[in-house]
Nanobody, 124 residues
């Protein structure tokens, strides 16, 4: 089993920044890739960014490229999502996810483990 715990959400004005954290514990071989997804009210869960633990390869959604940065700290078993230049449309519950697959996927169904989510609200 893999346990994921997100933190760092909150309320911020447009143009501001937030950093989300996802602490992972449990079977390391079950979490080759860590991802961030988000879900706004009435919308489907969508891919934001992902990173491979080994090597640090990353992938971003077009909507957040050049504004968000995903990174990991292997020693702390923690993945971060640095969010800059936030927009009201970034408002959502942000979820951390893990998969034992080796190919970085943007499909929620390819991720085996999920955190409880953290709310990010961007005011205009």
């Amino acid at each position: 089993q893999v346990q994921l715990a997100e933190s760092g959400g909150g309320l911020v004005q447009a143009g501001g920044s937030l950093r989300l954290s996802c602490a992972a514990s449990g079977r390391t071989f079950s979490r080759n890739i860590m991802g961030w997804f988000r879900q706004a009210p009435g919308k489907e869960r969508e891919f934001v960014a992902a990173i491979r633990w080994s090597g640090g390869t990353t992938r971003y959604a077009d909507s957040v490229k050049d504004r968000f940065t995903i990174s990991r700290d292997n020693a702390k078993n923690t993945v971060y999502l640095q969010m800059n230049s936030l927009k009201p449309e970034d408002t959502a519950v942000y979820y951390c996810a893990a998969t034992n697959q080796w190919v970085i996927s943007a499909t929620p169904g390819n991720y085996n483990y999920w955190g409880q989510g953290t709310q990010v609200t961007v005011s205009s």
